[in-house]
């Protein structure tokens, strides 16, 4: 009988995190930011959504060794670990997938018409910011 009575109480707690909104927010955005970088990295491969060379700034093609789309490969490969990382590790991943979203932005704001993506992708660097603090604050709760 007791061991009904401390399973309730163990359970308090936990149900008592979940129902916190902002460890809801947490885990929405873990969510988002683990599945939105491996989609679109895996799309790099395939170029179902967009044309993705065409997002690539000329002086960065200019850089980088081969085409475009060879670039696009690399991009669509740290793009999944980025999203792999926020699962796996979200006080990490989180200012990974925010420094990633910096260059992108910077990518962006060289492309004349882009700009609008690029301010997209600023609210994007601030939701991973926000990821990144909250998993810093949900995972020292974890703490014993």
């Known amino acids: 009988m007791s061991s009904v009575t401390t399973s309730t109480t163990s359970a308090a707690p936990r149900r008592a995190v979940?129902?916190?909104p902002g460890y809801q927010a947490f885990v929405i955005l873990r969510a988002g930011f683990t599945v939105a970088p491996i989609l679109f990295g895996l799309?790099?491969?395939a170029n179902l959504l967009v044309d993705w060379p065409a997002y690539l700034a000329p002086w960065?093609?200019?850089l980088?060794?081969?085409s475009a789309q060879a670039a696009m490969y690399a991009v669509g490969a740290i793009e999944i670990v980025a999203g792999l990382a926020v699962a796996l590790a979200p006080r990490f991943g989180g200012w990974l997938?925010?420094?990633w979203l910096a260059g992108i932005i910077v990518n962006l704001l060289t492309i004349p018409g882009h700009y609008d993506?690029?301010?997209r992708d600023?609210?994007?660097l601030l939701g991973a910011v926000a990821l990144a603090r909250?998993?810093?604050r949900y995972h020292a709760k974890r703490q014993p």
Do not use: N, W
């Open 18 to 20: 979940l129902t916190d």
């Open 43 to 45: 799309d790099k491969f």
């Open 60 to 62: 960065i093609d200019s």
């Open 64 to 66: 980088v060794p081969g």
């Open 97 to 99: 997938v925010a420094g």
């Open 117 to 119: 993506i690029a301010l």
């Open 122 to 124: 600023f609210g994007l």
């Open 134 to 136: 909250l998993a810093q």
